[in-house]
C-alpha cells in the first residue's frame, strides 16, 4: 500500500469519474491522505470533538449545510472553525451544492484544498470508500506469470527459466488470456487475491531465444485481461524420482498470499511433459470443487464403500449354508 496518497494524486486521477472540481487554489494540503476511510463532520460542526477523525477525507453533504443553514452568522463561524482545530487532508462537498462562504474563506487560510461533487452524498461515498480501500490495499510482487485459464486465475511459479512463459505463451496460443508474465502485481481485496501487471511491462512477455513480444499485438485483444483473481498458484518444480509427489489429490495445499490461503498445485517438470493441458484440467478440476464436485474424495468414498460392501458380502456367504 502506499505510505501517503496526496490530495492532488487523487484528484488528477478521479477528477472525471467522481465529477470534482476544485474550489480552492491549492491541492497540496497540511497532510496526505493516509485512509481508506472517509468522515463526515456533522457531530464536530455541533461542538462535539471527541471522535473528530481529522486524518480521513471530511465529506459535507446536505445535512451538514443545512445544519449550518440553521445557524446564526456567529455561530456557523464558530461550527467551521472547529473543522480547522486539526489539520485536514481534504473536504468534499457533494450534490453540486453551494458552499457557505466561511468554509470557503477557512480552507483558504490553512490551506485545504476544498472539492466539490455532483454525485448523491450516499452513492459517492459507496463509490469512494472503495477505491480508496484498492488504493491502500496490501500488494506485493511475485515473479511469475499470471493466465486466465477457462476463467481460473492460475499463477505459475517456480525458478527461474523453468519455463513459466513458454507454459503462459501455449496457453494463450490455445485461446486463454494472459493477465501479466515475469512479475505479477498482487492486491488483496477483501478475502481475494487480485493480480496484474506492472504498469510499464503491460502484456509483454520475454520468450528466451525469441526475445520480447507483445501478446496483444500478435494474438489480439482477446488473449489478454488487465486483471484477475489468483485462485491458483502452480507451482512449477524439477523433477526429482526420489521425491514423494502427490499421487492421489486427497490433501488440500495452501500457500499464503498477503495473509490470503490460497491453492497451491506443485508440477514437477521434466522434458515432453504437456504441462498446457495439465493446467488446463487444474483449472477445471478448481472449477468442480467450487461445485462441490472432488473427484479423488469421491473415489475414495466409492472404495471405501466398496470395502465395506464387499466385508458385509463376506461375512453372509461365512455363514450361508445352505
Same mark, same amino acid.
Given at each position: 500500500?502506499p505510505?501517503?496518497?496526496?490530495?492532488?494524486?487523487?484528484?488528477?486521477e478521479?477528477? /472525471?469519474e467522481?465529477?470534482?472540481?476544485?474550489?480552492?487554489?491549492?491541492?497540496?494540503?497540511?497532510?496526505p491522505?493516509?485512509?481508506?476511510?472517509?468522515?463526515?463532520?456533522?457531530?464536530?460542526?455541533?461542538?462535539?470533538?471527541e471522535?473528530?477523525?481529522? !486524518?480521513?477525507?471530511?465529506?459535507?453533504?446536505?445535512?451538514?449545510?443545512?445544519?449550518?443553514?440553521?445557524?446564526?452568522?456567529?455561530?456557523?463561524?464558530?461550527?467551521?472553525?472547529?473543522?480547522?482545530?486539526?489539520?485536514?487532508?481534504?473536504?468534499?462537498?457533494?450534490?453540486?451544492?453551494?458552499?457557505? !462562504?466561511?468554509l470557503?474563506?477557512?480552507?483558504v487560510?490553512? *490551506?485545504?484544498?476544498?472539492? &466539490?461533487?455532483?454525485?448523491?452524498?450516499?452513492?459517492?461515498?459507496?463509490?469512494?470508500?472503495?477505491?480508496?480501500?484498492?488504493?491502500?490495499?496490501? &500488494?506485493?510482487?511475485?515473479?511469475?506469470?499470471?493466465?486466465?485459464?477457462? *476463467?481460473?486465475?492460475?499463477?505459475?511459479?517456480?525458478?527461474?527459466?523453468i519455463?513459466?512463459?513458454?507454459?503462459?505463451?501455449?496457453?494463450?496460443?490455445?485461446g486463454?488470456?494472459?493477465?501479466?508474465?515475469?512479475?505479477?502485481?498482487?492486491?488483496?481485496? *477483501?478475502?481475494?487475491?487480485?493480480?496484474?501487471?506492472? /504498469?510499464?511491462?503491460?502484456?509483454y512477455?520475454?520468450?528466451r531465444g525469441? *526475445?520480447?513480444?507483445?501478446?496483444?499485438?500478435?494474438?489480439?485483444?482477446?488473449?489478454?485481461?488487465i486483471?484477475k483473481?489468483?485462485?491458483?498458484?502452480?507451482?512449477?518444480?524439477? $523433477?526429482?524420482?526420489s521425491?514423494? $509427489?502427490?499421487?492421489?489429490?486427497?490433501?488440500?495445499?495452501?500457500?499464503?498470499?498477503?495473509?490470503? /490461503?490460497?491453492?497451491?498445485?506443485?508440477?514437477?517438470?521434466?522434458?515432453?511433459k504437456?504441462?498446457?493441458?495439465?493446467?488446463e484440467?487444474?483449472a477445471?478440476?478448481?472449477?468442480?470443487?467450487?461445485?462441490?464436485?472432488?473427484a479423488?474424495?469421491?473415489?475414495?468414498?466409492?472404495?471405501?464403500?466398496?470395502?465395506?460392501?464387499? !466385508?458385509?458380502? &463376506?461375512?453372509?456367504?461365512l455363514y450361508?449354508?445352505?
Open positions: 500500500m505510505q501517503e496518497y496526496t490530495v492532488k494524486e487523487f484528484f488528477e478521479n477528477s /472525471e467522481f465529477d470534482l472540481e476544485v474550489l480552492t487554489d491549492n491541492l497540496g494540503g497540511p497532510i491522505i493516509t485512509s481508506e476511510d472517509i468522515h463526515r463532520p456533522a457531530f464536530a460542526l455541533t461542538g462535539f470533538m471522535n473528530f477523525l481529522h !486524518k480521513r477525507i471530511q465529506i459535507i453533504g446536505e445535512t451538514e449545510l443545512l445544519y449550518l443553514e440553521s445557524l446564526d452568522k456567529g455561530q456557523v463561524a464558530d461550527a467551521v472553525a472547529r473543522l480547522f482545530s486539526q489539520p485536514l487532508p481534504c473536504i468534499i462537498v457533494t450534490k453540486g451544492l453551494d458552499v457557505p !462562504k466561511k470557503l474563506d477557512l480552507t487560510e490553512h *490551506g485545504v484544498p476544498l472539492l &466539490r461533487t455532483t454525485m448523491q452524498t450516499t452513492e459517492f461515498i459507496h463509490e469512494l470508500t472503495g477505491y480508496l480501500e484498492l488504493i491502500f490495499a496490501p &500488494r506485493t510482487l511475485i515473479h511469475g506469470s499470471l493466465v486466465d485459464v477457462y *476463467g481460473v486465475g492460475l499463477l505459475f511459479s517456480g525458478r527461474s527459466a519455463g513459466k512463459s513458454e507454459i503462459a505463451l501455449d496457453l494463450v496460443e490455445r486463454h488470456r494472459l493477465v501479466a508474465d515475469d512479475v505479477v502485481e498482487t492486491v488483496r481485496h *477483501g478475502d481475494a487475491i487480485l493480480g496484474r501487471g506492472r /504498469e510499464h511491462l503491460k502484456h512477455m520475454e520468450i525469441i *526475445g520480447i513480444i507483445n501478446v496483444m499485438d500478435v494474438f489480439g485483444i482477446r488473449a489478454v485481461r486483471q483473481r489468483v485462485e491458483v498458484v502452480v507451482q512449477l518444480e524439477d $523433477w526429482d524420482p521425491k514423494d $509427489w502427490d499421487r492421489h489429490g486427497l490433501d488440500e495445499h495452501y500457500t499464503d498470499i498477503l495473509g490470503i /490461503e490460497v491453492r497451491q498445485v506443485v508440477i514437477p517438470i521434466f522434458p515432453g504437456n504441462i498446457t493441458v495439465i493446467a484440467t487444474i477445471l478440476n478448481h472449477m468442480l470443487k467450487v461445485y462441490g464436485i472432488d479423488a474424495k469421491r473415489l475414495d468414498q466409492q472404495l471405501l464403500d466398496m470395502m465395506e460392501s464387499d !466385508k458385509k458380502t &463376506r461375512r453372509y456367504l450361508d449354508h445352505e
